[in-house]
T-cell receptor, first 107, second 114 residues
């Protein structure tokens, strides 16, 4: 079992829809959770981080954390074609990264 | 503010050689972490330095080493290169004092081993 698991996708959603990206982790000692966006040929860019159970909203992005279920998700509302990228989930303090979910937003 | 910079951006080496990669963090960031990214394995953590001390280490062989200088700049060294070391090497810097927070990534160094 990998430390951080994500569906590799590809996930396709129409423009304006909600994209839901999921991540599970195995180490109950994980404390902080990060979502990165990586465009093809570019380096990862931090979108959001979350420490506490519940939801955290930042603009069109909402991160959700459930430590009991060892589950973290990222919702992207009003998806835009510019959101098309690979989304990486990361956990600390172990520096574990998932292999990413490829998202395509169809105009 | 200036972002994380990495040099060189591209490197071609042959098996058995060694290589040194450099990372300059965002001003004021004391944590620097290094990663190897390949299509098959994704992003894998190599090590993290904080105030010139290695604070965390991933599961890579001893051929991979690093260090951090007093100005927080960091170098990564790979000795006795193997074909499988071909990858994108990324560093990230963070302003957090807490371990395990990657922070902002640099553009990466693309290493090709022939």
């Amino acid at each position: 079992q990998k430390e951080v698991e994500q569906n590799s996708g590809p996930l396709s959603v129409p423009e304006g829809a909600i994209a839901s990206l999921n991540c599970t982790y195995s180490d109950r000692g994980s404390q902080s959770f990060f979502w990165y966006r990586q465009y093809s040929g570019k380096s990862p860019e931090l979108i959001m981080f979350i420490y506490s159970n519940g939801d955290k909203e930042d603009g069109r992005f909402t991160a959700q954390l459930n430590k009991a279920s060892q589950y973290v998700s990222l919702l992207i509302r009003d998806s835009q074609p510019s959101d098309s990228a690979t989304y990486l989930c990361a956990v600390s303090p172990q520096f574990y990264f998932g292999t990413g979910t490829s998202l395509t937003v169809i105009p | 503010k200036a972002g994380v910079t990495q040099t060189p951006r591209y490197l071609i080496k042959t098996r058995g050689q060694q290589v040194t990669l450099s990372c300059s963090p965002i001003s004021g960031h004391r944590s620097v972490s290094w990663y190897q990214q390949t299509p098959g394995q994704g992003l894998q953590f190599l090590f993290e330095y904080f105030s010139e001390t290695q604070r965390n280490k991933g599961n890579f062989p001893g051929r991979f080493s690093g260090r951090q200088f007093s100005n927080s700049r960091s170098e990564m060294n790979v000795s006795t290169l193997e074909l499988g070391d071909s990858a994108l090497y990324l560093c990230a810097s963070s302003s957090s004092n807490l371990a395990g927070e990657p922070g902002d990534f640099g553009p990466g160094t693309r290493l090709t081993v022939l």
